[in-house]
C-alpha cells in the first residue's frame, strides 16, 4: 500500500472500522519512513489512548500486522517493525495473479464465482465493436495468497472468437493457458488504467474488507493479432488489497 494523503486519512477515519484504521496509519507510517525496520511499536496501551479505544481493538490491528509481515514479536520486549523481504523480490515477467502471488512467496488459490455466456453488456459492446445481441463469456473469480482474499477479477471475452471456452473447468486450467494452447492466441495489453477506488458492498463481502475499502482498480482492453488484424478478446476490470498483495505491472 502505498503511503495515504492528510485528506485520505481523514476520509478514512469515518468510513472503516477502527482496528482497520490503526492498522493502515501504522501501515502509513512504516511505509512513509517514521517507523523504520528495528523500530519499536507502541504498546497496545499507549495505541490505545492515542487512537481513544480499547486494547482488544489494538490488538486485532496488530494481529493483522503480525500476520501480514508487517512486525514481528519478542516477548517480554513488544512489537518491532519488521523488513517485508517479499516486497523487494523482482516480479519481472509475472504474467497471471496466480504467479504473482507464488513469487511474493504466498500459496495461491482461487474461488470461482461466474463463467457463463451472456448478452453483450453496452459498455463492452463499444470496447468490442459488437452489439449487444451478440455474446460475450463473462469469467469472475477472486484470488487468494494464504488463504486470504487479495485479489477480485472480472472479464469479458469476445465468444466470436473463442468457440467453446464456457466448457473449459477454470478450476483447473489457467485462462492464460486455455488461450494460448488452446486458441492459439498471444494477448497483449493495449489501454491499462490505474486507479484508486473504494470497495461496495459485493466487493468487500468477497475480498473480506469493511465496506468503502480503498483498493487499487486496474482495467485493460487486450487484444490479439488473428489473421493479420488486431482485435479485441479481454475486457478486465481487477480490484488489489494493496496491504495483502504487491501488483506488478507485468501482469498481461
Partial sequence: ????????????????????????????????????????????????????????????????????????????LGSFVKERISQKQNLDGINSCTALITAQNMVPSKTIISTELIGAPTDICGKFGIVMTDTVFFYSRVYYADGRPVIYGRSYFNAKYLPGIEKFDFSEKSIVSVLKDTYHLELKCSNRELK????????????????????????????AVIQGVEVAIEYYTFEYVTDRIRYSPEIT
Fill in 196 to 223: 484508486a477506488v473504494i470497495s461496495d458492498a459485493q466487493t468487500s463481502k468477497l475480498l473480506g474488507t469493511p465496506e468503502n475499502f480503498p483498493l487499487l482498480q486496474v482495467t485493460d482492453l487486450k487484444t
Fill in 1 to 76: 500500500m502505498s503511503v495515504l494523503s492528510a485528506d485520505q486519512i481523514s476520509y478514512l477515519v469515518d468510513k472503516v472500522p477502527k482496528y482497520a484504521y490503526i492498522k493502515m496509519s501504522l501501515i502509513n507510517r512504516i511505509k512513509s519512513g517514521e517507523l523504520a525496520v528495528g523500530n519499536k511499536i507502541e504498546t497496545e496501551s499507549d495505541l490505545g489512548k492515542a487512537y481513544n479505544c480499547s486494547r482488544l481493538t489494538v490488538r486485532r490491528a496488530m494481529e493483522e500486522l503480525y500476520h501480514e509481515g508487517f512486525i514481528y514479536r519478542i516477548q517480554g
